[in-house]
């Protein structure tokens, strides 16, 4: 059973930063895209970024030039460093792996994937 666990969110004010990790069981980040969506109260599961088995890289709109994900095989953690934060960045930010999700544009809504972890709760003030 594989299980993720989100940490490092927290609240803080416009132009400051943050860095998510996200901790899995299971040697996943080998196997699967993985990835970070948000989802803000009344809004939809957005895509934030994704990086895929080779390291490969994709941003939403939304977060280019601003976010940067990362992973680290051997330990099994996943990270999305957030530079510049926006009041708008404010939402539930997840952690997931899916098989497919790398193979279409990120920024899309994301309807399903095969797993992903609680959350955590970024805000943002201004």
């Known amino acids: 059973q594989v299980q993720l666990v989100e940490s490092g969110g927290g609240s803080v004010q416009a132009g400051g930063s943050l860095r998510l990790s996200c901790a899995a069981s299971?040697?996943?980040?080998?196997?699967?895209?993985m990835g970070w969506f948000r989802q803000a109260p009344g809004k939809e599961r957005e895509g934030v970024a994704v990086?895929?088995?080779?390291?490969?890289?994709s941003y939403a709109d939304s977060g280019k030039g601003r976010f940067t994900i990362s992973k680290d095989n051997a330990k099994n953690t996943l990270y999305l460093q957030m530079n510049s934060l926006k009041p708008e960045d404010t939402a539930m930010y997840y952690c997931?792996?899916?098989?497919?999700?790398?193979?279409?544009?990120?920024?899309?809504?994301?309807?399903?994937?095969?797993?992903r972890g609680q959350g955590t709760q970024v805000t943002v003030s201004s």
């Open positions: 997931a792996a899916d098989s497919f999700w790398c193979t279409v544009d990120v920024g899309t809504p994301v309807a399903r994937v095969d797993y």
């Open positions: 299971g040697n996943i980040y080998s196997r699967y895209c």
């Open positions: 990086i895929d088995t080779d390291g490969r890289t």
